[in-house]
């Protein structure tokens, strides 16, 4: 708006100077009163009708640019809006139309020279020069225009997409970071809470128990309720800083490998009938141990949530060459398991199968045919 402003009123100067030194030069000379008459209302008449039709100049670029190429033959104070028509044409690349507004405006300034008040005119050849120069002009004024316009909104468009850019990096940072904090989170806290959940079932349905067998899976709740609270802060602390946690102790080492056999321990301290063969006799890299862990860790979870009370076979075997093997199975269960079924997150083998993936391995999982359900995971020895 404020542009637009500036324009009307740098052609209303550009009108009044042209019309005011005609009007003079037209007294000094003494012109005919006809003349003088038309210079006072025509001419001033066709002015103020330019500037009116110059607010249609987007709409109809043809029609505005050739009548006021008209005006300028007889009208000294339309040169203000006739300059911004031609201006405006050359801002939008409109050379075909230019190539007929330009000629038609230069040759009205040279019939308003030759016929006007001027007592001395130019050359012919020196008028046509003039007017073809101010036309340049004019023409290069509204290409630099627009080409600076045309520069500022590639930088804003650019500035805009680098934004939109930034933001959806945010966002998919944001994504990235939920679903790691929720895979460490179930990792980390669904064996404890399933533990438990199992003994919690336990001393709800079963009438049956013994105050020893009572208070053994009491103390199994508060063992596992305070390990899980431990491995909550844990996750929290590396959570808050990937580096060292807040009291500035050195991180808790991951579990690894040689930590599958007291996962195998918990299990069967809990109830459960597993079995455990590791014939891994080569030092495992951290990170594939830890993997192996996860893994099983997971496989035993499953196994107590939907298979309690099946027997279970726990199998790691590997070698440098050749790759780790995991295999988790269970049996076919048997009957219904009294108590309530334990909450499935739907995270468990879907975090297994992008572990494996991440570590460059590969995991199947399925009913064997004897009805027992199987975990087979293969890891690369080095990640």
Avoid at 52 to 80: A, C, D, E, K, Y
């Amino acid at each position: 708006m404020m542009a637009t402003m500036w324009r009307y009123a740098l052609a209303l100067l550009i009108s009044a100077v042209a019309w005011g030194v005609t009007v003079f030069t037209a007294v000094d000379v003494g012109v005919s009163d006809r003349l003088m008459t038309w210079l006072l209302v025509g001419d001033l008449a066709l002015g103020v009708a330019s500037f009116v039709l110059i607010r249609w100049r987007h709409r109809q670029p043809t029609l505005i640019g050739i009548v006021l190429g008209l005006f300028s033959f007889v009208s000294t104070s339309s040169v203000g809006p006739s300059s911004w028509v031609v201006g405006s044409l050359a801002a939008h690349r409109r050379w075909r139309l230019l190539s007929v507004v330009v000629p038609l405006t230069v040759a009205g300034g040279v019939v308003q020279e030759r016929i006007g008040a001027t007592e001395d005119p130019l050359p012919l050849w020196a008028s046509i020069a003039f007017g073809l120069l101010v036309a340049g002009i004019l023409v290069a004024t509204g290409y630099a225009m627009s080409s600076q316009r045309q520069l500022l909104d590639s930088y804003r468009d650019r500035a805009l997409t680098a934004e939109r850019e930034q933001l959806a990096r945010v966002a998919q940072a944001r994504a990235a970071e939920r679903t790691r904090i929720a895979r460490e989170m179930h990792d980390v806290l669904a064996h404890r809470i399933s533990l438990v959940a199992m003994n919690a079932g336990t001393l709800s349905y079963r009438t049956d128990l013994s105050d020893d067998e009572r208070a053994s899976a009491a103390r199994s709740i508060e063992d596992n309720a305070h390990r899980a609270l431990s491995d909550l802060r844990a996750v929290l602390g590396v959570l808050r800083d990937p580096t060292l946690p807040t009291d500035g102790t050195p991180e808790r080492p991951q579990p690894g490998i040689d930590d599958v056999a007291a996962l195998v321990a918990d299990e069967a301290a809990g109830g459960m009938r597993v079995r455990l063969a590791n014939r891994v006799d080569d030092e495992m890299p951290a990170a594939t141990g830890r993997t192996a862990y996860r893994i099983v860790q997971e496989a035993l979870t499953n196994v107590r949530k939907h298979a309690t009370g099946t027997a279970v076979t726990v199998d790691i075997a590997g070698t440098p060459d050749d790759g780790l093997v995991i295999a988790v199975r269970n049996a076919a269960p048997v009957g219904a398991v009294p108590g309530p079924a334990l909450p499935a997150s739907g995270l468990g083998l879907i975090g297994l199968a992008e572990r494996a993936e991440l570590a460059g391995g590969r995991i199947s999982h399925g009913v064997d045919p004897t009805g027992g359900y199987a975990v087979r995971a293969w890891i690369p020895w080095m990640p």
